[in-house]
């Protein structure tokens, strides 16, 4: 069975600050990894993905996020932080072959003050 | 690309009645799922078509839950005798070998059952 913890509900950070949103997996095989965030009422839209390569993978809005195989981690990370980043934020796991449906977290509720 | 729509956006019903929502997939996906969010959880999955066969359904499908995708095109999900246990926001989305594995979601539709 595939898995994903984000271990913190909520994240607080100042404007200019850099972020760090965690997560964590478990899945057999080599993971599929992604990141959604979603705003009030509003659909997930994809931020990034790793399935294969380079353990930083950017993606959209200046977002990036590290693999880390031995940790079996996917933190989302951005240098700057701006107050239109508060959002949820979904990580999602998927095995590498068969079925191909992600599995996703709780979500993490990100906080940019001003 | 007009990506995935989701009809209605917002639908409330009363206990005991019927609902049915349609999801439209971004044109040549042809994987489509569904999945079910409640407030301060992620995204839970319901069930997933490949083309037009529905390949997996969750133990969270109960009986009164059914879904189609005739033709492989769009798919709906109808929920027969609400309960306000039904009450959530009902996500579909969709990808291909195209899309490189990721999955797209739509605006998603509220229910409320009263």
């Known amino acids: 069975a595939q898995s994903v913890a984000q271990p913190e509900d909520q994240v607080n950070v100042a404007e200019g600050n850099p972020l760090t949103v965690k997560c964590t997996y478990s899945?057999?095989?080599?993971?599929?990894l992604f990141w959604y965030v979603q705003y009030p009422n509003r659909g997930l839209q994809f931020l990034l993905k790793?399935?294969?390569?380079?353990?930083l993978v950017k993606g959209s809005y200046g977002f990036e996020a590290e693999f880390n195989k031995s940790q079996t981690s996917f933190h989302l990370k951005k240098p700057s932080a701006l107050v239109s980043d508060s959002a949820l934020y979904f990580c999602?796991?998927?095995?590498?072959?068969?079925?191909?449906?992600?599995?996703f977290g709780r979500g993490t509720s990100l906080i940019v003050h001003p | 690309d007009t990506g995935v729509s989701q009809n209605p956006r917002h639908k409330i019903t009363k206990r005991g009645q019927n609902v049915t929502f349609r999801c439209d997939p971004i044109?040549?996906?042809?994987?489509l799922y569904w999945y079910r969010q409640t407030l301060g959880q992620g995204p839970e999955f319901l069930t997933y078509?490949?083309?037009?066969?529905?390949l997996e359904k969750s133990r969270l499908l109960s009986d009164r839950f059914s879904a189609e995708r005739p033709k492989g095109s769009f798919s709906t999900l109808e929920i027969q005798r609400t309960e306000q246990g039904d009450s959530a926001m009902y996500l579909c989305?969709?990808?291909?070998w195209g899309s490189g594995n990721t999955i797209y979601f739509g605006e998603g539709s509220w229910l409320t059952v009263v």
């Open positions: 989305a969709s990808s291909s």
């Open positions: 899945v057999s095989g080599n993971p599929y």
């Open positions: 790793y399935i294969t390569g380079d353990n």
């Open positions: 999602a796991v998927r095995g590498p072959g068969g079925s191909y449906i992600p599995t």
């Open positions: 044109s040549e996906h042809n994987r």
């Open positions: 078509f490949q083309n037009e066969a529905q």
